[in-house]
């Protein structure tokens, strides 16, 4: 049995839960130093953490390198989801996940999007951070949030606690001209294991072709896009584990 068997062994004793360095012993068949030696190490690489009565639990590292894995396999299924959103509805599309508050301001970044080839470039490039105040994909992102949360979001936002129950009620957002002058959007959520809302999909242009009702147009694609995009994370998350 190899150091990195021991270690992998020692992090499979912790999954169930905290534990200490003689549970560790039991747990691996290791013997006493071996396992003391690796779980120090794995604390140091903070791949194991203490708890308040000093036994081993999960690091903050593996929380990270969840995350991270997450975050690829959200942006490898949603890019060809994409794609067909922005043929069939003829406009922008992207995808927004929540950033909490960079430096207070709560923010949504772009993570992902197929641009229209030709028209109004109104378009939102990967990585911006746009409020949390505004456009029809905050309001989704805010809309199944938690009580003190929402109530949080809500201050400062162009939009009330009357929308959101609307967002939450069709299971869609629209706004017109109140992020930016002159463009509009509707954007719905992708759910992840448990229904979580993870991120909103949306498709964004110009009010002359989306009207001030957008989502009598698009909803439907819209929504159809972040259904589709959540099926197939679950599915692959179903697949890995």
């Known amino acids: 049995m190899g150091v990195l068997d021991k270690a992998v062994s020692v992090l ?3 999954e169930g ?3 200490s360095l003689a549970q560790l012993v ?3 068949g290791l013997a006493r130093p071996t396992t003391h030696r690796i ?3 794995l604390e140091h690489h903070r791949l194991l953490a203490r708890d308040v009565q000093g036994r081993f639990v999960l690091g903050p590292r ?3 390198l969840a995350a991270a894995a997450g975050e690829d396999r959200l942006l490898a299924v949603s890019q060809p989801v994409l794609i067909q959103l922005r043929d069939v509805t003829g406009e922008s599309a992207q ?3 929540y950033a909490g508050g960079r430096g207070g301001g709560e923010v949504r970044v772009c993570v992902a999007a197929a641009e229209r080839a030709s028209g109004l470039r109104d378009t939102v490039p990967i990585g911006a951070a746009l409020p949390m105040t505004a456009g029809s994909a905050a309001q989704v992102l805010l809309a199944w949030e938690e009580g003190e949360r929402m109530h949080r979001g809500l201050r400062g936002a162009k939009f009330t606690a009357t929308t959101l129950a609307g967002v939450r009620r ?3 957002a629209s706004s017109a001209a109140e992020r930016e002058i002159g463009v509009a959007s509707v954007s719905a959520p992708v759910r992840g294991t448990g229904g979580k809302v993870l991120a909103a999909v949306s498709v964004s242009g110009p009010i002359e072709r989306l ?3 957008p989502g009598r147009l698009h909803a439907a694609a819209v929504v159809a896009a972040g259904e589709r995009i959540g099926e197939l994370l679950r599915a692959d998350t179903s697949h890995h584990s």
């Open 26 to 28: 039991a747990a691996t």
């Open 17 to 19: 839960g905290p534990a």
């Open 39 to 41: 779980a120090v190490a």
């Open 95 to 97: 995808l927004y996940r």
């Open 12 to 14: 499979a004793a912790v």
């Open 170 to 172: 069709r299971g869609w």
């Open 211 to 213: 009207t001030r009702s």
């Open 62 to 64: 593996v929380a990270e």
